[in-house]
């Protein structure tokens, strides 16, 4: 069984950084790709970024892109979100997922950590 752990959400003005971790159990990210997630009140949960599995090959939103950074630590078995210019719109709960290579389906979800970006 895999166990995600997001931390690093909190309240952050707007223009501001914040940098979300996501850890797992055992050797995770040396297994699975990983993929960060958001979900805002009253919205579906959309993709943010992703990090291949044994690749440096990453996929952004559009939303996102040159202003977010997803990256991974194998020998932490931790994966990163760096967030820098957020706005307003960037306020949701954060969800790290593990990626299945042959599906190309998320196995397994953390809990999520809350980012509110005030205006």
């Known amino acids: 069984q895999v166990h995600l752990v997001e931390s690093g959400g909190g309240l952050v003005q707007a223009g501001g950084t914040l940098r979300l971790s996501c850890a797992a159990s055992g050797r995770t990210f040396s297994v699975y790709g990983a993929g960060w997630f958001r979900q805002a009140p009253g919205k579906e949960r959309e993709f943010v970024a992703a990090?291949?599995?044994?690749?440096?090959?990453?996929d952004y939103a559009d939303s996102v892109k040159g202003r977010f950074t997803i990256s991974r630590d194998t020998a932490k078995n931790t994966v990163y979100l760096q967030m820098n210019g957020l706005k307003p719109e960037d306020t949701a709960m954060y969800y790290c997922?593990?990626?299945?290579?042959?599906?190309?389906?998320?196995?397994?979800w953390g809990q999520g950590t809350q980012v509110t970006v005030s205006s």
């Open positions: 990090i291949y599995r044994n690749t440096d090959i990453t």
């Open positions: 997922g593990a990626r299945n290579a042959a599906t190309g389906k998320y196995d397994y």
